[in-house]
């Protein structure tokens, strides 16, 4: 087995730490001359539950041409460890650090002649996870993974003799819808990821649809920890908008996701100029229509979905709040937004939850807003289940981030699409 290795790696895209992996069990190199070292890259997948590590690519393809009758599930084992990239404190909790070996089904080449390790996962499967949920801090962190990986037998190639590899270097964590987004941080210093539509079949101006995450996905600044990552990694609910599907439908849109300095919940007041200026300076700097830009947002941020269209009745041309917060949760204190601010909402809106959400009572939030609304659409869904599965009733984002809302023949996306500021 392969010597453990306390490095950890950098999950940002393309700064991955290097971890050398010697595998002392197989003597034969490559030819029988030189060791033989690949890197290896993580590549992953945001699943409706949220990113999993769904295989890993070893970079044989200088190699030579390998003999993909050759290859099993057996050929390599994989072991994998997630600890939290902060300290937990006695008492606290992390959800979803692990260390185990993952089940490898299936080994294939691909076009570049690269080894790829099919890994086992699925929504609700522990131990592919990329994010751990700290339970004091109500926040998610991207773990520190650790993978090693160990040869059973060695390669069989087309020409030459069966290469073993001596050393693994673990690279990056990839996941291209991810990775479509780039970083930035505004004037005020609130970090945001942008996806940027492709612009060769016109000149026009395009929509902009503005994502605002939960309360998971917030910074935690107390720890300086401010990733710009969680928003795209802990649900779909901006990379739906990134998709070939939404893209056809908006006819190319930005998909812009700022990121919290702590709950939007919190201070949404001093939040909204934020993004307001975030969305302002995109339609300064690129090629934005100012008529169709669309506010879209989950939990806490379908509460600020709604304080946005409160503070700033002229921006938006659209408004979806999935099960948004109205009343203080536990019934303390003043409503977030008042029953007057919702019935002077103008925005064209459509509301979305499940009637078996449990964290926000759709009753006094998301059917009371939708009462008073002028005009607003509502979508109750009994129980969020997609694929089969069944996700706790918070998350109905996931029907809006794969456009099931519908209303007379009409999905959510191509309403939002129609609508003009």
Not at 55 to 61: F, M
Not at 220 to 229: A, F, G, M, V
């Amino acid at each position: 087995m392969s010597t453990p290795v306390t490095r950890r790696t950098v999950l940002a895209g393309g700064a991955g730490a290097a971890i050398g992996l010697a595998v002392p069990g197989l003597a034969a190199h490559a030819g029988g001359r030189h060791p033989t070292t690949v890197r290896f890259t993580l590549d992953a997948t945001t699943l409706d539950g949220g990113e999993q590590v769904t295989s890993v690519t070893l970079d044989t393809g200088r190699l030579g041409p390998i003999d993909p009758a050759g290859l099993t599930p057996g050929t390599f084992s994989v072991h994998a460890k997630a600890t939290s990239p902060l300290p937990i404190a006695p008492g606290d909790q992390i959800f979803s650090e692990y260390d185990l070996d993952r089940t490898v089904t299936a080994a294939r080449l691909d076009r570049h002649g690269n080894i790829v390790l099919e890994l086992s996962h699925a929504e609700g499967q522990p131990g592919g996870g990329t994010l751990g949920y700290i339970l004091s801090k109500g926040r998610n962190v991207r773990l520190d993974l650790v993978y090693t990986i160990t040869q059973n037998a060695p390669i069989a190639r087309r020409h030459g003799s069966p290469v073993t590899i001596t050393r693994f270097v673990q690279g990056r964590l990839s996941n291209p819808e991810v990775d479509a987004f780039s970083h930035h941080v505004s004037g005020s210093g609130m970090k945001y990821r942008l996806y940027s539509p492709d612009h060769s079949a016109g000149h026009g101006r395009r929509p902009l649809i503005v994502w605002l995450h939960g309360a998971g996905e917030g910074a935690s600044l107390p720890d300086d920890y401010y990733d710009n990552e969680t928003t795209l990694r802990a649900n779909r609910g901006a990379l739906g908008f990134a998709t070939p599907q939404a893209q056809r439908i908006f006819s190319g849109a930005y998909v812009v996701a700022p990121q919290s300095t702590s709950y939007w919940m919190e201070d949404g007041p001093r939040f909204a100029p934020l993004i307001r200026e975030i969305v302002q300076d995109l339609v300064r700097r690129k090629r934005v229509d100012p008529d169709r830009i669309y506010v879209v947002g989950c939990s806490n941020g379908g509460y600020m979905s709604l304080e946005m269209t409160v503070t700033y009745p002229d921006l938006f041309a659209a408004s979806v709040p999935i099960c948004g917060v109205v009343e203080p949760l536990g019934g303390d204190g003043p409503p977030l937004i008042t029953d007057a601010e919702l019935a002077a909402i103008r925005t064209p809106t459509w509301l979305v939850t499940s009637r078996d959400d449990d964290t926000v009572p759709p009753e006094t939030n998301t059917i009371h807003a939708h009462d008073l609304i002028p005009g607003s659409l509502i979508t109750l869904y009994d129980q969020v289940v997609w694929n089969g599965y069944r996700f706790p009733g918070h998350w109905s984002w996931i029907y809006v981030a794969r456009n099931d809302p519908s209303r007379n023949g009409t999905h959510i996306w191509q309403w939002m699409a129609r609508r003009r500021r």
